[in-house]
């Protein structure tokens, strides 16, 4: 079992930065692959990052590669997103979740927090 709560979100404008975190509880932490997601108004839910359980490996939707880094710190059992040049269209209520395996798919993590506000004022 492994509780998510993000944290880090606000109010930023265009060209700003914001770090996410998302704080984890459970043993079982560093044996999860990790993720996050996002979701704008009235748009479905959509893959962001996500990060290999060593943090090893890492991959990126094509919209934020070069602004977002994702990192975890298994030691704290915590994982960020490090958002840079950050554009309106980055706006949404953006949630870490928790998968057995790395990837892309939205189906395959078991465990989600509750979520925390982007908005990217032009």
């Known amino acids: 079992q492994v509780q998510l709560v993000e944290s880090g979100g606000g109010l930023v404008q265009a060209g700003g930065s914001l770090r996410l975190s998302c704080a984890a509880s459970?043993?079982?932490?560093?044996?999860?692959?990790m993720g996050w997601f996002r979701q704008a108004p009235g748009k479905e839910r959509e893959f962001v990052a996500r990060i290999s359980w060593s943090g090893g490996g890492t991959y990126y939707r094509d919209s934020v590669k070069g602004r977002f880094t994702i990192s975890r710190d298994n030691a704290e059992n915590t994982v960020y997103l490090q958002m840079n040049s950050l554009k309106p269209e980055d706006t949404g209520v953006y949630f870490c979740?928790?998968?057995?395996?790395?990837?892309?798919?939205?189906?395959?993590?078991?465990?989600w927090g509750q979520g925390t506000q982007v908005t990217v004022s032009s």
């Open positions: 979740a928790a998968s057995p395996i790395p990837t892309t798919d939205m189906l395959a993590y078991r465990y």
């Open positions: 459970g043993r079982t932490f560093r044996d999860h692959a």
